[in-house]
């Protein structure tokens, strides 16, 4: 045991001189494995980041929200919208009639539109949306000053508006808006609110967008007669599933479809748990993915280090074959060459996680800075992928040259010039 012991700790500290002894052919070589194993850190580490703040920009909705998009689509798919197809299948009117429902707290409808707003003359260009009058409530957003618009405004198609934080400061600056007057198109709105700073929810940045009525967004903006989406609270989340049932048989009815199966429908309905499911399932396969193609540059990393050490075994011929003159066998030889292989994708490895590490902090703080909930994390399965990767690489494309080592002739190898 204590024989055993000894040769290997000998062939380890061996293997090590030699690294050190050509310090730079070293350390070309281990560049790809560096390369390759902070690559797999820093993409796995990324990964998870952008799926906490997915992940984080859903829960924020609450659990006791329902959405619904219209469009079919697949059970675990994203809804058609998604895609960037204009579907106009969900209507004001739809809304009107979900909010009947028994469990139904609120009910509130969004339209998207895009136009100039000018005020004093100057244009700006913050975010235009149309919402109903139970927006804060559905949102759990928050009025800073001023108040927001009625449901009687609402049917009206009043020109009021409500302007969020960012908004605020870009347009007015220190100047207070509740009262001005500002134009989106031709029309003339008055600012009656602000909203409390909130950032970004949903993937939607709230400070930084102008809100008026539903209608007069659909009417005098806009231009159409549909919703992009609609978001549904109910008073506890345990009835999530049975008002789900029931909203789709109101939309149903509305839109005259007599399929109760779903294969016909021209909408979507979700709970935000079943959005997480999704997001969550889509997230982990990307984040496999691109893992996978991080670890190609592992491969790459050991077709470089096999051509080295095939360098290694012609330039040291003499050496291996005064080793084997005065008693080294085939296996000495052969183990002497793989050590030496895999402590170069060793030291590589440990050198790339540690480079992985710092990258995904940096960019950790720098997303931090920027006003995003990414978490910074380093998972030990990603670590210990990367690393037995390393090893594994080391192994396998050390093994050619440490054979065509260990079968040289030692006559032969002497006579080597």
């Known amino acids: 045991m204590s024989q055993t012991y000894h040769f290997f700790i000998n062939q380890i500290s061996n293997s090590f001189r030699s690294l050190l002894h050509n310090k730079k052919s070293s350390l070309l070589t281990m560049l790809g494995v560096i390369i ?14 952008a799926q906490s703040l997915i992940l984080s920009q859903v829960k924020s909705l609450g659990s006791n929200v329902i959405g619904i998009t219209p469009g079919k689509s697949e059970e675990k798919g994203p809804p058609a919208a998604v895609y960037g197809i204009n579907i106009t299948t969900l209507t004001y009117e ?40 139970d927006y804060l409530t559905v949102e759990g957003m928050e009025i800073a000053t001023g108040r927001f618009f009625t449901e009687a405004e ?24 509740i009262g001005q007057t ?49 978001r ?9 599933a049975e008002v789900m049932d029931n909203i789709r048989y109101v939309l149903r009815d509305r839109h005259d479809i007599r399929d109760q199966s779903g294969e016909s429908d021209d909408f979507s309905v979700r709970s935000a748990a079943q959005a997480l499911d999704m997001l969550t399932n889509i997230t982990n396969a990307l984040r496999f993915f691109l893992a996978a193609m991080a670890s190609l540059s592992l491969i790459v990393g050991g077709v ?24 080294a066998t085939h296996r000495d030889i052969m183990f002497q060459f793989l050590v030496e292989s895999s402590s170069i994708t060793v030291s590589g490895g440990l050198i790339g996680i540690i480079i992985g590490e710092l990258v995904s902090l940096l960019i950790a703080v720098i997303a931090g800075a920027l006003g995003y909930d990414w978490q910074f994390s380093i ?18 494309f050390g093994l050619y040259p440490a054979r065509k080592a260990s079968r040289l002739s030692p006559i032969e190898a002497l006579r080597y010039e």
């Open 36 to 49: 390759g194993v902070a690559s797999v850190i820093i993409i796995i580490s990324i990964g998870d980041g």
């Open 94 to 133: 739809d809304g009107e009639a979900i909010k009947l429902l028994p469990r139904v707290t609120a009910v509130s409808g969004y339209v998207r539109g895009s136009a100039p707003v000018t005020w004093r003359g100057e244009q700006y260009s913050p975010n235009l949306n149309g919402v109903t009058a």
């Open 154 to 177: 609402e049917r009206g198609m009043a020109k009021v508006a409500v302007i969020g934080y960012t908004a605020v400061n870009e347009i007015f600056g220190q100047t207070d808006p």
């Open 182 to 230: 500002i134009k989106i198109k031709s029309q003339n709105y008055e600012i009656i609110g602000t909203l409390a700073r909130r950032g970004t929810v949903a993937f939607q940045d709230n400070d930084n967008q102008i809100i008026v009525p539903a209608k007069t967004m659909q009417r005098l903006v806009a231009g159409v007669n549909h919703l992009a989406i609609m």
């Open 232 to 240: 549904i609270k109910i008073d506890n989340e345990k009835y999530l």
């Open 304 to 327: 470089g280090i096999m051509n080295i050490m095939l360098v290694r075994v012609s330039s040291r011929t003499r050496e291996i074959g005064l080793r084997k003159a005065v008693g």
């Open 379 to 396: 998972s030990i399965w990603s670590i210990l992928l990367a690393f037995s990767v390393s090893i594994a690489v080391g192994l396998i």
